[in-house]
Structure formats: structure tokens, C-alpha cells
Nanobody, 124 residues
Framework: QVQLVESGGGSVQAGGSLRLSCAAYIYYGYTYDSYCMGWFRQAPGKEREGVASIEPDSTTTYADSVKGRFTISQDNAKNTLYLQMNSLKPEDTAIYYC???????????????WGQGTQVTVSS
């Protein structure tokens, strides 16, 4: 069982930066560094989309819309996932969710564990 808790959302002007954090609480089974971890987002009226992921071997995958602006990272000693978001745009406004699942990486579908989400609002 894995519990994920996001933090770090907020409001920022276009061009600004935010860093999201996701603390993972693992109650039994595999250790944190065994999991694929990911960030997703859902904007009002739109479907949820994958933003970035990191696999146990540190392989990262990014959505085209955030490449070069967002960076996913993690601190295995702290069981914490991060998303550094730079050069934010109004279209980045969404609820951002942290997710986890065991390998292999399956793309943006079928992730097993989800956080509650944190709101990111980017104003023009």
C-alpha cells in the first residue's frame, strides 16, 4: 500500500517557477526506489495527462508540452518526488497529481497509486 501526498502548488505569474513535492508513505511491500513515479495534471474541462515520469533506473520521460521547462527528480532517502517547473505558462494551470506504480513503465495509463492533487494556477 502506498500513500502519496503532494505539496507546493500555488499561484504564480507567467514566466515564474514552482517546485512541487510528493511524499510517499509505503506501508508494506516494495521500497520507494522500486517504483516508477510520475506527475500528471488535469486542467478544467480536460482529461488528465501525463507530465513527467522517472523510473527506478532514473530514466525520465516528459510530455512534449513541458520538455525543457519542467524537471522531475527524486530523493530516495526521503521517499520524495519533485517537479521543478520553470517558465510557467497559463496553459500549465491545472491540478497536479503524483502517481506511483511498479515497473515496467507503461506510459501514461494504468498507474495504481495516486495522490489527492495540488492546484497550480499561472496568470498572464
Amino acid at each position: 500500500q502506498v500513500q502519496l501526498v503532494e505539496s507546493g502548488g500555488g499561484s504564480v505569474q507567467a514566466g515564474g517557477s514552482l517546485r512541487l513535492s510528493c511524499a510517499a508513505y509505503i506501508y508494506y511491500g516494495y521500497t520507494y526506489d522500486s517504483y516508477c513515479m510520475g506527475w500528471f495534471r488535469q486542467a478544467p474541462g480536460k482529461e488528465r495527462e501525463g507530465v513527467a515520469s522517472i523510473e527506478p533506473d532514473s530514466t525520465t520521460t516528459y510530455a512534449d508540452s513541458v520538455k525543457g521547462r519542467f524537471t522531475i527528480s527524486q530523493d530516495n532517502a526521503k521517499n520524495t518526488l519533485y517537479l521543478q517547473m520553470n517558465s510557467l505558462k497559463p496553459e500549465d494551470t491545472a491540478i497536479y497529481y503524483c502517481a506511483a506504480d511498479l515497473p515496467p513503465f507503461k506510459g501514461w495509463v494504468g498507474w495504481k497509486y495516486w495522490g489527492q492533487g495540488t492546484q497550480v494556477t499561472v496568470s498572464s
